[in-house]
């Protein structure tokens, strides 16, 4: 069958899972042992830092419990999407599957990358250390939400794929078929874990960075990550949608979620008085 042409054991896949290892390693190992003359100013910050991905996850698994009528009715047009996308299932399949080709093959092994689970983590966790050894407080703040939004939305995603339990295209039982509570990977087709991973990653840098151009690039990524998924047979057009919408939403959340609590922390205030006017600013 054509889909075992895709297996991950490319050059370009393993080094990329290399690059995130050492990336691991050297926020793990190499860094504690280069810091160990600030070692309690750096845990002190490693401290506070845990506390704000602590806090920023909660803040999203909680977020349902604080919609109003908008965010209500941005959900709804999150499910009419991905079920408009359902329409386009079979059609998207079959052009897909019209298409291999070896070059494309190529294509789908390195765009599969940037949604693997393992390399995203290690891409936040290498920046974080990145930022700690440079002093850089954006960069680490950045990596912290990116790796924020990626372990809480693959968590949701692992818990929905079961519980929905539909069937993966490769089966050939259709996109309407659903084996609920089921633990067989052929049948945890919805969401896309890969989507789910590249577009939480795009999502928090592309609003950090907040640049036409960085914005376009790394959602193109994302993308591209997503088709990947339907070229290898491995997920409905609507597995992707839907994973799209639900990843983005969670990274762009957290980032506004933090630049809120920041101006709410660091802010200036003037407070007036019967005969003086105070500049109060909060730290």
């Given at each position: 069958?054509?889909?075992?042409?895709?297996?991950?054991?490319?050059?370009?896949?393993?080094?990329?899972?290399?690059?995130?290892?050492?990336?691991?390693?050297?926020?793990?190992?190499?860094?504690?042992?280069?810091a160990q003359s600030d070692s309690v100013a750096c845990s002190a910050i490693i401290m506070r830092d845990a506390r704000t991905a602590l806090s920023g996850a909660l803040y999203v698994l909680s977020a349902p419990a604080r919609w109003d009528g908008k965010d209500w009715g941005w959900a709804g047009v999150t499910v009419g999407a991905t079920g408009g996308a359902a329409l386009l299932d079979h059609d998207l399949r079959s052009m897909m599957q019209r298409n291999v080709s070896a070059s494309a093959d190529h294509w789908a092994d390195a765009t599969v990358v940037y949604g693997d689970g393992f390399f995203a983590v290690g891409l936040s966790v290498g920046l974080y250390g990145t930022g700690l050894l440079i002093h850089d407080p954006w960069l680490r703040e950045t990596a912290v939400l990116a790796g924020t939004a990626i372990i809480v939305s693959t968590v949701v995603t692992r818990v929905v794929k079961p519980i929905v339990g539909r069937a993966r295209p490769y089966v050939n039982a259709g996109n309407g078929a659903f084996r609920m509570f089921s633990l067989d990977d052929a049948y945890n087709s919805f969401p896309s874990g890969h989507t789910v991973a590249a577009f939480s990653l795009s999502s928090v840098l592309?609003?950090?960075?907040?640049?036409?151009?960085?914005?376009?690039?790394?959602?193109?990524?994302?993308?591209?990550?997503?088709?990947?998924?339907?070229?290898?047979?491995?997920?409905?057009?609507?597995?992707?949608?839907?994973?799209?919408?639900?990843?983005?939403?969670?990274?762009r959340s957290l980032v506004l979620w933090r630049e809120a609590d920041d101006r709410e922390v660091h802010s200036l205030h003037i407070v007036p008085s019967p005969n003086r006017i105070v500049l109060v600013y909060n730290l």
């Open positions: 069958m054509w889909k075992t042409v895709f297996c991950f054991r490319n050059p370009l896949y393993s080094g990329m899972k290399i690059a995130a290892a050492l990336l691991v390693y050297f926020c793990c190992v190499t860094l504690p042992a280069r592309a609003a950090r960075i907040n640049h036409p151009l960085a914005t376009i690039g790394l959602y193109s990524l994302a993308t591209l990550t997503a088709l990947s998924r339907l070229y290898t047979d491995e997920h409905w057009f609507s597995d992707v949608v839907f994973g799209g919408i639900f990843a983005a939403s969670v990274g």
